[in-house]
């Protein structure tokens, strides 16, 4: 039983779906219980509720309650929420009072590390940019190199998907390659990598020509400067039910405007007057599922930015579609100012 921080997994129902986003993350328990003015449990909200409603169709400004489990899941004691969690993967189970009135969170004991399905899936990462938004880093280091903590970005990229027995490494390098080898010549962990060497600059997916007839299964495609923390697990499953060419991991972004933000009409006519309004957006992250069949359709030495080999796929009328995780679950490190927060996040100092 956990009494500190209950309200970060309670909320009035009539936040919006990106407030209820926001909240999840800070909590980091993937859940929120929706409650009225009483405080009387009302809806279960949890992150695979809210994609399931985005993929249909639904909007960030829409009410928490529309994504939400109108039954959700309680208890009336630490015993009953004890047996209703054990062998379960709940992750938090709401007690309430005979007047339904939420008084505490179980969250359970010693909770153990999940531990994540064999993929088996092969991994491609885009190592080949300049980094030019890192420099002066980049002017001694490669990007891939550039360390956070204790490891360089791409090592611990690595390490994520082989939490998933994602072992399969293929490499695409250009500026400074040979350090970007010898590093991994040199490490005592024994990355099974396949090499490609790019000697003109390619773009985000021009590199991908150098791996036809490489590769002929489903891979996951990613740069070298984002890391994921969502399930791996779920975009697979999601890429291959829907039968997708190319799936794009995009993450739901806030952005908070601090002014009151004023709709005109005609003569001046002030039309709606917002204040400090909340913009929604879902963020590319630079890491996607693709079919090898899209390995195909690029051109050899040609430089292309891997999105706009999206818009060709859409443009043939084949699958292209979006998983969208919060915002919490992707990490970048492409700019000076992401670095540290990327640090912090992993190692919690």
């Known amino acids: 039983m956990m009494d500190e921080g209950i309200q970060k997994y309670i909320v009035r129902s009539d936040i919006s779906l990106a407030q209820a986003m926001q909240i999840i993350d800070v909590n980091a328990g993937g859940v929120l219980f929706l409650v009225d003015e009483e405080g009387r449990l009302q809806y279960s909200l949890t992150d695979g509720d809210m994609r399931r409603f985005l993929l249909a169709g639904g909007q960030m400004t829409a009410p928490s ?6 039954c959700p899941l309680y208890a009336r004691s630490v015993e009953k929420a004890a047996q209703r969690r054990d062998g379960k993967h709940y992750t938090a189970i709401p007690i309430v009072d005979e007047q339904g009135v939420v008084i505490d969170i179980y969250l359970g004991e010693n909770r153990d590390e999940a531990i994540h399905a064999a993929l088996d899936v092969p991994v491609v990462i885009n190592a080949g940019g300049r980094g030019t938004r890192l420099e002066p880093f980049t002017k001694v280091l490669p990007k891939p190199l550039i360390p956070v903590g204790d490891l360089p970005i791409i090592e611990i990229i690595m390490q994520q998907y082989q939490s998933y027995s994602c072992n399969d490494f293929h490499v695409i390098v250009n500026y400074k390659r040979d350090l970007i080898k010898a590093y991994f010549a040199d490490n005592d962990r024994h990355y099974d990598i396949a090499w490609y060497d790019e000697y003109i600059p390619l773009g985000t997916g021009g590199g991908l020509s150098l791996l036809r007839g490489k590769i002929d299964t489903t891979f996951f495609f990613s740069n070298c400067d ?3 923390l969502a399930n791996y697990e779920r975009i ?5 039910k829907n039968s997708n060419v190319i799936t794009m991991v995009c993450a739901c972004k806030n952005f908070s405007i601090p002014y009151g933000v ?3 009409g005609i003569n001046g006519k002030i039309d709606r007057i917002k204040e400090k309004p909340m913009l929604s957006f879902l963020i590319n992250t630079g890491i996607y599922v693709v079919e090898p069949d899209v390995l195909q359709d690029i051109a050899d030495g040609v430089a292309i930015g891997f999105p706009d080999i999206v818009e060709q796929q859409r443009q043939k009328g084949n699958k292209v579609a979006v998983f969208p995780v919060s915002e919490s679950e992707w990490l970048d ?4 100012s992401e670095l540290e927060k990327m640090r912090t996040r992993l190692y919690g100092e």
């Open 333 to 336: 490190m492409g700019q000076l």
């Open 65 to 70: 309650s529309k994504a939400a489990n109108p």
């Open 236 to 240: 697979l499953e999601f890429h291959r």
């Open 226 to 228: 984002n890391l994921l």
């Open 262 to 264: 004023v709709e005109m």
